[in-house]
């Protein structure tokens, strides 16, 4: 398992825990969602309740973060950069699942899996290891700007790989780090 991809270890296992807890909400992260386009908005709409609490999370740390008025393009993309999980239909046990045979598999022999019958368990670990990209692409249909298609795409990967300026990519880590 690559930190680069699913990060650490830690990480992994508070997003786990996280995943049980009640969100606490404040209004500046529930008001984003009046930031989307309606397309956004049913994409939003169509996540699990924890993803949506996921999202509320990091738009709120985003805001913890912040030392000035943010731009709305960059609360989207904090929002909505885990939105290509919605296409694997995994719950949280499944997540854990695929994450920990994706470790195991490595991720090449994984994204092969994509070829296989839809539905199948390997197409959809295939799927879920492959959310960035269509998160990306979801985004990009849906006309999302230009840093929430980036964000979907490159929060998996290392700040030099990624295509956002490093202060940005930098800060959009920091809230994605629930």
Known sequence: MTSSHFGSVKHLIK???FSFLPARKDRQALEFTTLLNPKELILFNAQSRVDKKHSYRNVQKLFTLADAPLEPDIVIASALHDIGKIESGFGIFGRVFATCVAA????SRVDDWSRDRSGSIKHRI????QHPEIGAALLDEAESNKIAIAWARDHHKRLDESTLEPSLFATL???DRV
């Open 126 to 129: 295939a799927v879920y290891v």
């Open 173 to 175: 880590s920091r809230a």
């Open 15 to 17: 997003r786990f825990i």
């Open 104 to 107: 195991i598999a490595g991720l």
